[in-house]
Nanobody, 121 residues
């Protein structure tokens, strides 16, 4: 199984980025997909989750209304559209696959390598 994130980078506060995560080696449509982030020196935290069908989405309160998770099962890809970015959104962002919807990183079976997002003030 391989999950490969892309789309990270440096952006000014108030700007936007779209992260992508391409999956291979698993039946993508059988898995819920999540995005997590990790600030330096802190634990990995939940950002968003989307159900296998795309019909259910869940967000951390800190990103609700600014971030949107979506997926394209034909392309085995999950996305995270990030708008109105803030300096506190600076982190390494990871995508992950889980059999069930969860905000807990221990419930996710597979992880990508992460992509850095830096928001300057």
């Amino acid at each position: 199984v391989q999950l490969v994130e892309s789309g990270g980078g440096l952006v000014q506060a108030g700007g936007s980025l779209r992260l992508s995560c391409a999956a291979s080696g698993l039946t993508f449509s059988n898995y819920g997909m999540g995005w997590f982030r990790q600030h330096p020196g802190k634990e990995r935290e939940f950002v968003a989750h989307i159900s296998w069908s795309g019909g259910g989405t869940y967000y951390a309160d800190s990103v609700k209304g600014r971030f949107t998770i979506s997926r394209d099962n034909a392309k085995n890809t999950v996305y995270l559209q990030m708008n109105s970015l803030k300096p506190e959104d600076t982190a390494v962002y990871y995508c992950a696959a889980a059999a069930f919807a969860s905000r807990r990183n221990t419930q996710y079976n597979f992880w990508g390598q992460g992509t850095q997002v830096t928001v300057s003030s």
